[in-house]
């Protein structure tokens, strides 16, 4: 691939690290005790706290598609959490087909695209040569905020996983203060089309809109407030 300065293609691989902190996460879930909660941090402390996977971002003109990448000689203690996702965006039809995996059942969510509601401030840095300027909104099913980093070299209104809507390309995403952190380690832009695959599924996956979707996590988290557990052991933070 080659590199095009000016974008004007919008063809491309981003490259990201993503890095889970278990602790940051337990403070986000102020429904369990303080007790329990620093019971936690004490035992998902020091070594054991954090752990990173890597992810990929394909975008041409008409689609885009992002993809976690285990790797295959991981040994360590979260490798069990390998699941089905992928978040497919059709650019031209502005629909999504989204292949998740819900509480062990998989899903393909099928809907508009619909981004987040950004609030822009006006803080710069950089991340992976690009200058940045960050942006947030709070995540009402989840209750956390989201801050968002955006390059302002790159006008194009996408970003890791679901997130989207900016008026330039996503390259870091801090959720709850750090408990999520997707950052991007490498931007390889092209004057080629990438080619980017439709995910396939099986015929008895069962299709959802993106309301039926977030009313199965609003209901589940609800659930875990009445038992006093983290809801993000059996699905995404």
């Known amino acids: 691939m080659a590199v095009n300065a000016c974008f004007s293609q919008e063809n491309g691989v981003v490259t ?37 996977v890597n992810a990929e971002l394909k975008f041409n003109a008409d ?6 990448k285990d790797n295959d000689d991981d040994e360590s203690t979260y490798r069990w959490r390998k699941e089905d996702y992928i978040i497919y965006r059709d650019r031209k039809k502005e ?3 989204d292949v998740t995996t819900l509480l062990n059942k998989e899903y393909v969510v099928q809907d508009s695209i619909i981004c987040q509601n950004w609030k822009i401030k006006n803080d710069m840095k950089e991340i992976a040569g690009h200058i940045c300027m960050n942006a947030s909104f709070y995540d009402t099913v989840k209750g956390k905020e989201i801050i968002a980093w955006f390059a302002l070299d790159l006008p194009i209104s996408i970003g890791p996983d679901k997130y989207c809507g900016l008026p330039g390309m996503i390259l870091e995403i801090i959720e709850a203060d750090g408990a999520v952190v997707y950052t991007a380690i490498n931007v390889l832009l092209s004057d080629e089309k990438v080619e980017i695959a439709k995910p396939t599924v099986k015929k008895k996956i069962k299709t959802i809109t993106y309301e039926e979707y977030n009313k199965k996590i609003i209901d589940y988290i609800n659930e875990c407030k009445k038992l006093q557990r983290p809801y993000f052991w059996n699905i995404s933070f």
């Open 16 to 52: 990201y690290t993503i890095t889970h902190n278990w602790t940051k996460k337990m403070e986000t879930c102020e429904y369990i005790s303080k007790a329990e909660r620093e019971r936690s941090a004490y035992v998902w402390g020091g070594e054991n706290s954090e752990y990173a």
């Open 63 to 68: 689609a885009y598609r992002f993809d976690r």
């Open 95 to 97: 629909e999504t087909f």
